[in-house]
């Protein structure tokens, strides 16, 4: 995953990609493979859920989000969690800026 | 959601370490799983029924939610969509292109900001609708997105 996140004024905003197939139904069924795309993502800040989203099929390959929250961040770690829909997890972290 | 407020100040770290309380943090993949199958079909979109799906009603507003998508979308496969509405605590992402509705459900955190940007695929030109829960009640904002296959602008 392509973590930057910045703080400025107390709010942080946080850019990820990660990287994924996301393969639709649809597109799995033309290539005769198996659908498997990002369904759950989670950001933390300690033990702080500062993002959370339950997505689709229908998000781009490679997921672009931007997200943004509140707090006195600088220098934390954001960790990043995404969930597929085989099961598989990864996790990322980087330090806020 | 003054309840929320005043769980958060007393609570607020007990309520943060144990995740999935109920009153945030889910996995709607996991929790609503009927709400990704609500399907588009011809001549009737499921925006509606995915909506009511998801938060129990089709008692939409218009206003308070903004939504930025490009008039016309040259990949169908990339098109950047931000939502944002300010207080929501809750936000969502449908469209009545694909096979079904619902493309992102978004839990707000405490600290969290209503603003999210993301990169959707569209199967064709269709409406984008963003609906926000605010205070208990829903609010919409829709767009239309013109996805052109082959660079032929319209």
Not at chain 1, 14 to 21: D, I, S, W
Not at chain 1, 66 to 94: A, P, R, Y
Not at chain 2, 10 to 18: D, F, P, Q, S, Y
Request: aromatic content about 6%.
């Amino acid at each position: 995953m392509r973590i930057k996140a910045k703080e400025k004024d107390g709010i942080t905003t946080a850019k990820v990609m990660a990287k994924h197939p996301m393969m639709s139904y649809a597109e799995a069924k033309k290539k005769g493979k198996k659908a498997n795309f990002i369904t759950y993502v989670i950001a933390k800040v300690g033990d702080e859920v500062v993002y959370e989203a339950s997505t689709s099929q229908f998000l781009s390959k490679n997921p672009y989000l931007k997200f943004k929250f509140k707090g006195e961040n600088k220098g934390k770690e954001l960790v990043i969690t995404w969930t597929d829909l085989s099961g598989k997890t990864k996790t990322d972290k980087k330090k806020i800026k | 959601m003054e309840r929320r407020k005043f769980l958060g100040l007393g609570a607020g770290i007990l309520a943060a370490t144990m995740i999935p309380a109920g009153l945030s943090a889910q996995n709607y993949r996991e929790t609503k799983v009927d709400v990704w199958k609500v399907k588009n079909e011809k001549g009737k979109p499921g925006v509606d029924a995915a909506i009511k799906a998801l938060f129990g009603t089709d008692k939409v507003e218009d206003g308070k939610v903004k939504l930025k998508a490009p008039d016309i979308a040259e990949n169908g496969a990339v098109i950047p969509v931000t939502l944002k509405a300010e207080g929501a605590s809750r936000l969502a992402l449908f469209q009545d292109a694909n096979p079904e509705s619902l493309v992102t459900v978004f839990d707000v955190p405490k600290n969290g900001i209503p603003d999210y940007s993301l990169r959707i695929k569209l199967q064709k030109t269709g409406n984008v609708v963003a609906v926000a829960e605010i205070d208990g009640k829903l609010y919409k904002a829709s767009k239309v997105v013109k996805v052109t296959i082959g660079g032929c602008g319209g």
